[in-house]
Nanobody, 116 residues
Framework: QVQLVESGGGLVQAGGSLRLSCACS????????MGWFRRAPGKERELVAA????????YYVDSVKGRFTISRDNDKNTAYLQMNSLKPEDTAVYYC?????????WGQGTQVTVSS
């Protein structure tokens, strides 16, 4: 059973930074495409960033380009999302997802709140 556990969320002032971690257990982390999603109050869930297992190429939604960095450490079975220059509109519950073909695994989410 694959389990994903996010951590690192919290309350930060605008302009601050947080680093989210997504620890994976029970599976072969190195072959999962990893993604970070977020759901803000009253909004649909959106993909924020993703990184492939094949070449580590990252993807970012336009609103976070230049501010967020996704990475992975296959030795630690962990994916990360470094978030800099945070804005109030980044406030959301952040989820990580591991994907392999048509199988998706989700974490429970971690709250990020950015105050103005």
């Amino acid at each position: 059973q694959v389990q994903l556990v996010e951590s690192g969320g919290g309350l930060v002032q605008a302009g601050g930074s947080l680093r989210l971690s997504c620890a994976c257990s029970g599976g072969t982390f190195s072959v999962y495409h990893m993604g970070w999603f977020r759901r803000a109050p009253g909004k649909e869930r959106e993909l924020v960033a993703a990184i492939t297992w094949t070449d580590g190429k990252p993807y970012y939604v336009d609103s976070v380009k230049g501010r967020f960095t996704i990475s992975r450490d296959n030795d630690k079975n962990t994916a990360y999302l470094q978030m800099n220059s945070l804005k109030p509109e980044d406030t959301a519950v952040y989820y990580c997802k591991a994907a392999l073909v048509q199988i998706n695994y989700w974490g429970q989410g971690t709250q990020v709140t950015v105050s103005s």
